[in-house]
Nanobody, 125 residues
């Protein structure tokens, strides 16, 4: 089983920035997507960003498009999510997901097999 561990969450001021990291270990597959999702109380898990195995293909959700960047370091099995201009609606638990894929990058939670335990982000004002 693939292990995913997120880090980088914490308390941040509104308007500030943060960088989340996800490290994969265990059984690693070659052709897979890695993605970031978040979930706040009373809300469904929301897609944020996804990156393909080569790092060339990326796709962003509307809530973070234009202010976030997903990147990948394959040598370290590391995926980062840089988020800027944070606001109160960004407060949530952030999860890293991984999924072997063929074709279009998956963007729905139900399409992902492996998940980390999450890291909490709280935006204060």
């Amino acid at each position: 089983q693939v292990q995913l561990v997120e880090s980088g969450g914490g308390l941040v001021q509104a308007g500030g920035s943060l960088r989340l990291s996800c490290v994969a270990s265990g059984r690693i597959f070659s052709n897979y997507a890695m993605a970031w999702f978040r979930q706040a109380p009373g809300k469904e898990r929301e897609f944020l960003a996804v990156i393909g195995w080569s790092g060339a293909n990326t796709y962003y959700g509307d809530s973070v498009k234009g202010r976030s960047t997903i990147s990948r370091d394959s040598a370290k099995n590391l995926v980062n999510l840089q988020m800027n201009s944070l606001n109160a609606e960004d407060t949530a638990n952030y999860y890293c997901g991984a999924q072997p894929f063929l074709g279009v990058l998956p963007t729905r939670p139900s399409q992902y097999t492996y998940w980390g335990q999450g890291t909490r982000v709280t935006v204060s004002s």
